[in-house]
């Protein structure tokens, strides 16, 4: 039986190079890889305008943090241009999603359609069997050979909630080696091994806006500062100014510049009208959402109402609900109590268990509209 061929992606972080070395353990045939995201023009502009640069990815030195670990283990290291894919498929989503007064998540476009995408379109062309990549995350079958997604066994870095898209096929040909790992004996094999990141922090920003300020991001990429429009209570009465749609997010309570007696909180964004809806934190309750887009793993469908555990946020603690496809592409779900400032934007990500049942966006109010329960 011949060797499987692997293409590893290394993103110079200690994370990849570990899940290398532990292929490379195994005896597979491996070939390191890492995506270029952006320009190096683009890339200097916005590190040099970060205040915590070290905790961006895909920076130039991570590449030669990459290429120093594979040449210790002595596998070939290449580094594939993916910029113009990534601008139009990860920056501009997030541009018009932010326009639209939504709060996206481009880390899970990154791997939907980058890593898991892309990345294994070019494994298929270098005839590699498999890709691998360093997320704390598990592959696993039923008895019928249907591919699940479970969680890591780390629940501090468990990363399934950024891979609930991942599909059959894309599950088929993916290991993840460090899903059965904590993160203290990675960093702990990586510095047995005198590879040069064993110590390098995690990467935890949004990689083209590693200085966090995403207005200031989207006025420089589309080179249009956001137009001024009114904050509004609940009833529509206007109670200021605000900066722009851009700058605000669901659940928001500092940087409104509005003075009130009691605090204000972001309720919504309505991109077609430009108002910003404030009011009481009790206000950002809810406890049903409908989600959109949707990728189901253990099944193709829901016949029936599936009791889960439901996150709205990567940070949210999973909740208890009642989960309901209610079309093709539409799942409606319902918590036990209400959820505080569910997010239009955001995937919402199921759980039973370890097991992922699968994910989908948070739906706007507009969207909410055309669907029917």
Do not use: W
């Not at 070939?31 to 130039?60: P, V």
Request: net charge negative; hydrophobic share 35%.
């Amino acid at each position: 039986m011949s060797t499987k061929k692997i293409l590893v992606a290394m993103s110079g972080g200690v994370d990849s190079s570990v899940t290398a070395h532990l292929l490379r353990l195994e005896g597979y045939e491996l070939i390191g890889a890492m995506m270029k995201l952006f320009t190096g023009e683009n890339l200097g502009d916005i590190l040099e305008e970060s205040a915590n640069n070290t905790r961006a990815c895909c920076t130039l030195s991570d590449a030669e943090d990459a290429r120093a670990v594979a040449s210790s283990m002595g596998i070939p290291f290449y580094v594939f241009n993916y910029t113009e894919a990534f601008a139009s498929e990860i920056m501009e989503r997030f541009v018009k999603a932010y326009q639209q007064g939504l709060t996206p998540n481009p880390c899970i476009d990154c791997n939907r359609f980058m890593k898991f995408q892309k990345f294994l379109h070019r494994a298929t062309e270098l005839e590699c069997d498999y890709i691998a990549t360093g997320h704390y995350a598990r592959i696993d079958t039923t008895p019928s050979g249907r591919f699940l997604l479970k969680t890591g066994v780390d629940s501090t870095k468990d990363q399934s909630y950024v891979l609930y898209a991942m599909t059959q096929q894309q599950l088929s040909r993916t290991l993840l080696p460090l899903g059965g790992l904590k993160k203290e004996e990675v960093r702990a094999i990586a510095e047995a091994q005198g590879f040069v990141n064993a110590k390098k922090r995690d990467s935890q920003d949004i990689c083209f806006a590693p200085d966090g300020d995403y207005a200031g991001f989207i006025e420089r990429h589309t080179q249009t500062p956001a137009s001024k429009g009114r904050f509004i209570n609940k009833n529509g009465k206007t109670l200021g100014e605000h900066k722009g749609i851009i700058n605000y997010t669901i659940g928001q309570r500092k940087g409104l510049g509005l003075f009130n007696p009691s605090p204000l909180y972001v309720l919504g964004m309505n991109a077609s009208e430009n108002t910003v809806t404030v009011g009481a934190s009790e206000d950002l309750f809810t406890n049903t959402l409908t989600a959109h887009d949707i990728n189901l793993i253990p099944m193709d469908k829901l016949d029936g109402a599936l009791r889960v555990q439901a996150k709205i946020r990567y940070a949210h603690q999973a909740q208890p609900a009642t989960l309901r496809q209610t079309d093709n592409d539409q799942l409606h779900v319902e918590f036990d109590s209400p959820q505080r400032a569910i997010t239009a934007g955001q995937a919402v990500v199921f759980y039973d268990g370890e097991i992922v049942i699968g994910g989908g966006t948070i739906s706007g109010e507009e969207e909410k509209s055309c669907q029917i329960y």
